[in-house]
Every structure is written in structure tokens, then in C-alpha cells.
């Protein structure tokens, strides 16, 4: 066999903070020994392999013969989100990339797993289409890139959700390589391709435990030809009032992000409450009249909010610095440079979720009203950022009170214990635990697939071998 997989070094910012856990030694075996080759250190602590698309069903053969736990990853740039890893071969998607058909006329396109998301809007920019998802946010460092399929298996969007959807809903057809090297696909090439069983809903959001996906097919969607922003700022009552009155009126906005006073503070704005309304139309004229029924006088709340108009680049970077927001973060008031924000790479990362309509019971939460935190304001969703001094039991009474809000919290990133504890689960035990174990089985017998990780599952199983 030619196998000769390329090994990569992770930066040592991102290597420093992935937590791969030694809860046992791996075992030696005559493959394992072959990809370590000219004697260097274990790889699972500090290496990726980084196979070429000829050589990755042999790899994955040749691992799941051996029994050897492994992570399917794409640029490795958030590897270190969720709950620790037991020790495993890192078996990174970065050669997979490209873009194998796009077929403007339909609004479609295929590309391998390991695309960078970037690279693909700048395909698609030409054929004024896009990909309706938020670009990457840079963690710590490292500029903001991950791939196509990090994204998906990720399964979490940002604020375009609101008119887009989720990352799933754009989502067509994939192909998958399973644990046992066998290839698979679902879904197809068009858009109305819905038969069967939904294998490409399982694989979102899986966090790498079901599969390696290869490549993808999504839907693409024509670049709105005007866009504007508006800005509404005032006391949480009041924006509240006027967010609930948008979102039962006619317009649809492209997105809708409520912040923090923390985190505007930190993108160089007022402290105060912010609405981020993000206006999408073929006609100036369209965005000319939402904006006139947004600051229609007779609104609630109209006396105490300020609206301010906020052209597409000015939005644009005003979104990238609150992406970027960590609690360390300088404020700057300087609104068209990027934030510079030196990421605390031992601070808490949540993701949160409430039923919409509770949105400001969860704002007004005094655990995090001092947080810097977005949400979706049409979703639900959103993301906070804690230092690393939040104590551990405040994060577990704000997960009581996002699941009493009819949501849940998923800890993405948190600091070493400080005690002799254990670290805090990253999800709590779904509903569908049972389900969720019985689909993993099905998918990865020998539980080899991200060791330690299975969305839905507080404490998972671990392969005998790891
Ligand atoms: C609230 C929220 C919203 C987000 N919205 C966006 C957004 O709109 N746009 C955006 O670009 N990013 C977004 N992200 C980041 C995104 O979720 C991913 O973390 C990022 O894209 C990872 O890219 P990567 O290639 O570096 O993946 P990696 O860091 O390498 O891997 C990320 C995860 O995906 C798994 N994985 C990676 N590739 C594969 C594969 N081929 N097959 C199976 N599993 C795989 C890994 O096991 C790991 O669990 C968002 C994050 C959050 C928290």
C-alpha cells in the first residue's frame, strides 16, 4: 500500500488549548507505528493527519481494523469546543477541497469537505450568489477560517438564520465515509430531492461521533442586490417591545441580533442594549419603506429608543467585532477597524437557547446581564463569553434557567476546573439519550469516532481501546 499520510502541526495556539484528555494509553499497533513515522512525538496530543483524498479510505480501513479511536476534522480551528477528548488519531479533512460542480441555474453547488467557507463565497460572489451563513469567526489568534464541513457538522449558524434558516436547511445531499471505511450518501443534487430517510439531518450537528463527511452539496442563494442596516438602542423594555412588534409585522429582515451592553461596549458602541437589523431587498426603494415602518412614531417604545441607519460595510464590521467580543476584549471607538481582541483561551464559550418569546426573561438575568452575549433575536439562540474566574455553579444555574426558558445551554469551551471536580458536561442528557446511543451503534460499532463526544449525551461511552 502507498499510504504516506502528511502530518500536520496544529499552530501552537490551537494545539495549546485542544483538550485531549489521557484518560488511558492508547495501544500500539503495527499502523499506528506506520503513521507515526521518523520518530515522532504521539501525534494525538500534538499532530493531524492530514491524508490525501486517494489515501483516506485506506486509512480508515486501515484504523477501523485496528480498533483505534480517531476524529474526523476539518481545519482544526475549534477542535478544542465541547467535552475533552480520550486520547484519538486527529484525521483532518484540510486535502478534500474544492468545489467539484456549481451549477448557477439550479442554485447549487458541490464541494468537498474541507473548503474553506471563504473560499466558496468568493467563488460564488461572480454568479452574484452566496451561501446564507455568517462567516467564521476568528477564535484566539487564528483568523477566522474553518471548512464547509466543520460548518455542518457542526450544525450551529449565526444570525442569517433569521431569514435563511439553519445551516441543515441549506443542506442537500452529502456523501460520508463511515467508521468502517465504507462510503455512503445521502440526499442529492436538487433541491427538491427529499426522499427517505434523513441521513444528512443526523450527520449536521453530529460533532464528528457518526461519520467523516466528504462532500456536500447546498443550496445557494442570490446575493440581495441592496442591503442596509439599522441600529436600535435604548432600554431593554422598550427594545423588547419593538422587537416583538417586528417580528409579527410583514417585514423580514435578513437577520436580527439582539447584544449585551457588554458586548456593545466591546465593539466600540453605547453600553446599552443593542438591535442589529439587517434589511435585504432587490429594491432601495423596499428598504427605504421598512425603515419608515420601523420608526413609525406611533410603535411602542418609540419616546425612549434611538434608531440609527448603518450602511452594508459598516455592518459588516460592526457584526465581525462582536464575534470576536471576549471578555478581555478592549472597547475601541473606532467602529470601521476590526476589534482587536486578544482571546482569554481559558474563558467560558455558550451557546444558549430560549423559546424566542422568553427572550427577555433570559436578558434580564442578572447571571447575564453582565456577559458580553448575542442572540438571534428570531431564534432564540445565541452565544455568551465569560472569563475563566465565572464560577462553575453560576453557568449550571444559567443552563437551569435557559432549560426553565424552554431552551438548553451547551458549554463550548470552559476552563480547567479550578477544584478537584470534573469539568461541566457540554450537553445535558437529551430526551432522546436512548435514541441518540442506539444511532451511534448503528453508525460506529466499535465507538470510534470522537471519543468522549455524542451531542445529546452528558457522559458517552468509550471504546475499550482508547
Ligand atoms: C453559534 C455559532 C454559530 C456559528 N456560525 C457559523 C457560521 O455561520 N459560519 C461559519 O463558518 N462558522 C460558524 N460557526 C463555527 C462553526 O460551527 C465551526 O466550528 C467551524 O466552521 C469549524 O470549522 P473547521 O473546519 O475548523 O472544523 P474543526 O474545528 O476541524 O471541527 C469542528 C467539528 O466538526 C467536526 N468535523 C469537522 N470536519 C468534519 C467532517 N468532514 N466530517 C465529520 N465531522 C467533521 C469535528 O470533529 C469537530 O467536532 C459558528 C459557531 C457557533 C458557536
Redesign the pocket.
Known amino acids: 500500500m502507498q499510504f504516506s499520510p502528511a502530518e500536520v502541526q496544529f499552530s501552537s495556539a490551537q494545539l495549546s488549548s485542544a483538550q485531549v484528555q489521557d484518560r488511558r494509553r492508547p495501544r500500539q499497533g503495527p499502523n499506528r507505528r506506520r503513521l507515526r513515522q521518523g520518530g515522532r512525538p504521539p501525534w494525538h496530543h500534538r499532530a493531524v493527519i492530514r491524508p490525501q483524498p486517494s489515501e483516506l479510505q485506506q486509512l480508515v480501513r486501515d484504523l477501523h481494523r485496528q480498533g483505534t479511536a480517531w476524529?474526523?476534522?476539518?481545519?482544526?480551528?475549534?477542535?478544542?469546543?465541547?467535552p475533552p477528548l480520550a486520547p484519538c488519531e486527529?484525521v483532518?479533512?484540510?486535502a478534500?477541497s474544492g468545489i467539484r460542480d456549481h451549477n448557477p441555474g439550479d442554485f447549487t453547488i458541490t464541494v468537498a469537505?474541507?473548503t474553506?467557507?471563504?473560499e466558496l463565497q468568493e467563488a460564488l460572489a461572480p454568479h452574484r450568489q452566496w451561501l446564507a451563513?455568517?462567516?467564521?469567526?476568528s477564535?484566539g489568534p487564528a483568523p477566522?477560517?474553518?471548512?464547509?464541513?466543520?460548518?455542518?457538522?457542526?450544525?450551529?449558524?449565526?444570525?442569517?438564520?433569521e431569514r435563511y434558516l439553519g445551516?441543515r436547511d441549506q443542506l442537500i445531499g452529502l456523501r460520508?465515509m463511515r467508521a468502517d471505511g465504507v462510503e455512503a450518501r445521502a440526499g442529492g443534487k436538487v433541491v427538491k430531492n427529499v426522499a427517505g430517510y434523513d441521513l444528512m439531518r443526523l450527520?449536521c450537528g453530529?460533532?464528528?461521533?457518526?461519520?467523516?463527511?466528504?462532500e456536500l452539496t447546498l443550496r445557494t442563494m442570490p446575493v440581495p442586490p441592496q442591503r442596509r442596516g439599522l441600529l436600535l438602542s435604548g432600554p431593554l423594555e422598550a427594545l423588547l417591545e419593538r422587537l416583538a412588534w417586528l417580528l409579527r409585522s410583514g417585514l423580514t429582515p435578513e437577520r436580527l441580533d439582539l447584544w449585551s451592553p457588554a458586548l456593545a461596549a466591546a465593539a466600540g458602541q453605547e453600553e446599552a442594549p443593542l438591535l442589529l437589523v439587517g434589511l435585504a431587498s432587490v429594491h432601495g426603494a423596499s428598504l427605504d419603506e421598512q425603515e419608515r415602518s420601523l420608526a413609525e412614531p406611533s410603535l411602542p417604545g418609540s419616546g425612549a429608543l434611538a434608531m440609527r441607519r448603518c450602511e452594508t460595510e459598516l455592518l459588516a464590521s460592526l457584526l465581525a467585532r462582536g464575534q470576536q467580543a471576549q471578555p478581555n476584549s478592549q472597547p475601541s471607538s473606532a467602529p470601521d477597524q476590526a476589534a482587536a481582541a486578544p482571546a482569554d483561551p481559558a474563558a467560558w464559550?455558550l451557546?444558549l437557547g430560549v423559546t424566542p418569546t422568553r427572550i427577555g426573561e433570559l436578558l434580564s438575568d442578572p447571571a447575564l446581564a453582565a456577559l458580553p452575549f448575542n442572540l438571534?433575536a428570531g431564534s432564540g439562540?445565541?452565544?455568551a463569553w465569560a472569563p475563566a474566574q465565572l464560577p462553575a455553579p453560576q453557568v449550571q444555574a444559567l443552563r437551569r434557567r435557559c432549560r426553565a426558558l424552554g431552551g438548553q445551554l451547551?458549554v463550548?469551551r470552559q476552563p480547567p476546573p479550578s477544584g478537584p471536580g470534573a469539568p461541566l458536561p457540554a450537553w445535558e442528557n437529551a430526551p432522546a439519550k436512548a435514541m441518540i446511543e442506539a444511532v451511534k451503534a448503528q453508525f460506529d460499532p466499535k465507538l470510534q469516532?470522537?471519543p468522549g463526544?455524542l451531542p445529546g449525551v452528558a457522559q458517552p461511552s468509550l471504546p475499550p481501546t482508547a
Do not use: M
Request: with cysteine; proline share 6%; glycine share 20%.
Open positions: 476524529l474526523p476534522a476539518g481545519l482544526g480551528s475549534r477542535l478544542d469546543w465541547g486527529v483532518s479533512c484540510a478534500l469537505a474541507g474553506p467557507l471563504v451563513l455568517d462567516p467564521p469567526f477564535v477566522g477560517h474553518g471548512s464547509i464541513g466543520g460548518l455542518v457538522a457542526r450544525g450551529l449558524a449565526g444570525g442569517y438564520r445551516v460520508l450527520l453530529s460533532w464528528g461521533s457518526l461519520g467523516l463527511i466528504t464559550l451557546r438571534a439562540l445565541g452565544l451547551t463550548l469516532l470522537a463526544r
